[in-house]
């Protein structure tokens, strides 16, 4: 077994079969599918059950999505493991695009891509790509979550066996902590190539700020305080820091929590006066992301 998927769920039936079918129309063939259910009360199991032995599905309490990738983590048996989130689709080459972009290539052990934003229909509204500039830790350190969904992760299963699970703590930025544990033990791979399908609609879009804020620092400083960082990338805490809370600042003003965006301003400015550029630029910023990018 080459590819073990990964499609957690929770009360996403209606979103379901498209991910399903996704990946059981890739090119590339030897893979398993594990669907596994977060204690769904809508007819998630029903439809998945009609797929017969094509998916393995498997139902547990509801215990949160950190915990419920990790036991597809347990259960699954291919060398590669590869998640896909239940309102997600991947394109039908997303499998072998990435299998053979790692072949032969020993330092990286992980893959991603670039994808694209769709609406409630999958229709593609956007691309997402990966401005990378570093090496993958210190992007993850220095520039937040470059490696974004995990839809379009594949990742040795042995890695994430040493880097561990998900952090169950974590509600909003479980899969950045483990983007940043992997990436200290292993190069990701990427293919600016859209693989995915993103579905933006109102269960993924509304965020609680103020636990984005406590998962974000959370994460920040278990990476800053991981053993054997170099010190070029410790030296950069500061600034990461201050990168981190001018972004807080501005999910904040967009929540309209006007009071929490210039706490986490002033707090991001005094740690880094750079900030200030971005800040007074923020309502030019403001106005550009309130507009629609169109698909490429």
């Known amino acids: 077994m080459e590819v073990s998927v990964i499609i957690p769920t929770y009360n996403s039936a209606r979103f379901l079969i498209d991910a399903i079918d996704s990946v059981l129309a ?8 594990i669907v596994i259910d977060d204690g769904s009360t809508d007819e998630t199991e029903s439809l998945v059950l009609k797929y017969g032995s094509a998916v393995r599905y ?13 036991h597809g983590i347990e259960e699954s048996r291919g060398k590669y493991v590869a ?17 053979a972009a790692l072949r032969g290539k020993n330092d990286f ?6 994808f694209s934003v769709a609406d409630d229909n999958l ?11 570093g090496s993958a830790l210190e992007d993850l350190l220095l520039r937040g979550n470059v490696v974004a969904t995990p839809s379009t992760v594949l990742c040795e299963r042995s890695l994430l066996e040493v880097a561990g699970g998900f952090d169950p703590a974590m ?31 109102d269960g993924n879009m509304s965020r609680d700020a103020s636990l984005l804020e406590r998962d974000s620092i959370l994460v920040l400083e278990k990476g800053f305080a991981m053993s054997g960082l170099p010190e070029s990338l410790r030296a950069g805490r500061r ?20 009071v929490d965006f210039a706490r986490c301003a ?17 309502p030019l910023r403001a106005m550009k992301r309130s507009r629609p990018r169109h698909a490429v």
């Open 26 to 33: 890739q090119t590339f063939k030897d893979f398993e599918v």
């Open 58 to 70: 498997i139902r547990r309490e509801n215990r949160g999505v950190a915990l419920t990738r990790n």
């Open 83 to 99: 998640f896909l989130d239940a309102d997600d689709a991947w394109l039908p080459h997303k499998l072998e695009r990435q299998l």
């Open 109 to 114: 052990r992980a893959c991603y891509s670039a």
């Open 123 to 133: 229709r593609p509204i956007a691309v997402n790509r990966s401005d990378r500039r």
């Open 171 to 201: 509600s909003q930025c479980a899969d950045w902590d483990m983007w940043v544990r992997l990436a200290a033990l292993s190069e990701f791979l990427y293919l600016d190539e859209v693989l995915v399908k993103y579905r933006r609609h």
């Open 239 to 258: 600034s990461a820091f201050a990168r981190n809370f001018m972004v807080l600042a501005g999910t904040y003003f967009h929540a309209g929590r006007y």
């Open 266 to 282: 002033v707090r991001s400015v005094s740690m880094d006066v750079k900030q200030l550029a971005y800040l007074a630029e923020f």
